[in-house]
């Protein structure tokens, strides 16, 4: 438990165990989930956590507020994540009532077997109030889920904001200061590029409707509290939301036998002795701490080229790029420039599919790509004249 203010508790979790994250999406540096307690005259609790932390969860709890009884819990998010402990909630404590938005009712049903009349259904900008402060509800929806909303208290300018503006990362310490946004900026932008990057438009609705509160705290329900870092915190998210980037290449290759990535390395070496900003990210390696797709997707939200490679299998993509381009396509990817290359032995075919997949999304394509038959070597892939290409 941390006491962030005088009314506001600190009781979520750190998990360094969990390897994926919606069983897709590494975790090498855990992740936290946050849950934090309102109490004035009357107490709420702000989501729960997962399941498996219910002990560490409750005494949190006992620490914040004893044995008073807690009067409402706000279900901003249904994700099971931040939703799981809501029975084991309801059984401790009788009295409760959830505080949730009427998208949320079925999937209270749904999940949990909650009845309505344990329920009351908030509209867009009802207010509860706990005695001395008030909170009022904010509908975000698609921010990811359906159902999303955030809770407000006015009082202390603190916005809880669910998955909004949260980050992959365990808090270490939970509330920020000047470094944390650097500490956290790339695993926020890589939870941004994995969960929510398909919601750009509205992520950009929710941005203009909170834009009118007085926002001094930002409390999420993953990484740090957001208190010093506000301004760095909301300018990445309409950022990201906007599909902005910076001058850059994004390489993403997977290989069968090492010439694609062969490839690959020599580009990255090319663009390297010019200075260019690159990442680099093996689709098909499997070795401990590699991001894979999720590396990639974060910076495909960094740089605004795309480079990808796949070797020609059974006359088509290599399965684990295919994947990554569908991934692609399922985040409505805007604003890139595209060039593709590969290996092949007796037929060519993943260039010009890679193409045409880029296309199908708007990109700009550089060209007809470059596709080499068997090993690759200096003379059938002039890096140079791609660096050019890709800079030109």
């Not at 938005?101 to 207010?127: C, H, I, S, W």
């Not at 090993?375 to 890096?383: G, L, S």
Request: net charge negative; hydrophobic share 40%; glycine share 8%.
């Amino acid at each position: 438990m941390i006491k962030i203010s005088d009314k506001i508790f600190y009781v979520g979790v750190n998990d360094f165990d969990k390897v994926l994250f919606e069983g897709l999406w590494p975790l090498p540096y855990g992740v936290s989930y946050n849950s934090y307690i309102v109490a004035d005259e009357k107490v709420a609790l702000i989501d729960t956590v997962e399941s498996g932390f219910e002990e560490e969860f409750l005494q949190n709890i006992y620490e914040a507020v004893g044995e008073r009884q807690i009067d409402y819990l706000v279900v901003n998010h249904m994700e099971p994540d931040h939703s799981s402990l809501i029975t084991y909630m309801l059984d401790r404590y009788p009295a409760l009532r959830i505080v949730a938005n009427a998208k949320t009712l079925p999937m209270l049903g749904g999940y949990y077997g909650v009845p309505a009349d344990r329920v009351q259904v908030v509209a867009e900008g009802e207010t509860i109030s706990l005695g001395g402060c008030n909170l009022s509800f904010h509908m975000t929806p698609m921010v990811h889920w359906p159902e999303t909303m955030v809770t407000w208290l006015a009082e202390e300018g603190t916005l809880f904001s669910g998955d909004a503006f949260g980050t992959f990362k365990a808090a270490d310490e939970v509330v920020d200061n000047e470094t944390t946004f650097d500490e956290y900026r790339d695993e926020m932008i890589r939870y941004y590029s994995n969960i929510v990057g398909k919601y750009g438009t509205p992520v950009q609705s929710a941005l203009k409707k909170l834009s009118k509160l007085d926002i001094k705290r930002i409390c999420s329900t993953h990484g740090p509290v957001w208190e010093t870092c506000i301004p760095q915190v909301v300018a990445l998210y309409d950022k990201m939301s906007r599909y902005e980037v910076e001058r850059g290449v994004c390489i993403v290759y997977g290989s069968m036998y090492g010439n694609t990535a062969a490839a690959a390395d020599a580009l990255a070496m090319e663009l390297d002795r010019r200075g260019v900003p690159y990442a680099i990210h093996d689709l098909a390696c499997n070795n401990a701490g590699e991001l894979g797709v999720s590396g990639a997707l974060r910076d495909v939200f960094r740089y605004d080229t795309i480079v990808v490679g796949s070797p020609t299998y059974n006359n088509g993509i290599f399965p684990p790029v295919e994947t990554f381009m569908r991934a692609l396509q399922a985040r409505l990817i805007k604003g890139r420039r595209f060039y593709a290359f590969g290996s092949y032995t007796w037929s060519g075919a993943s260039v010009n599919q890679l193409n045409a997949l880029a296309e199908s999304m708007g990109f700009e394509i550089l060209g007809a790509g470059l596709s080499f038959p068997q090993a690759y070597t200096r003379e059938k892939c002039d890096m140079k004249a791609t660096a050019d290409l890709l800079l030109a």
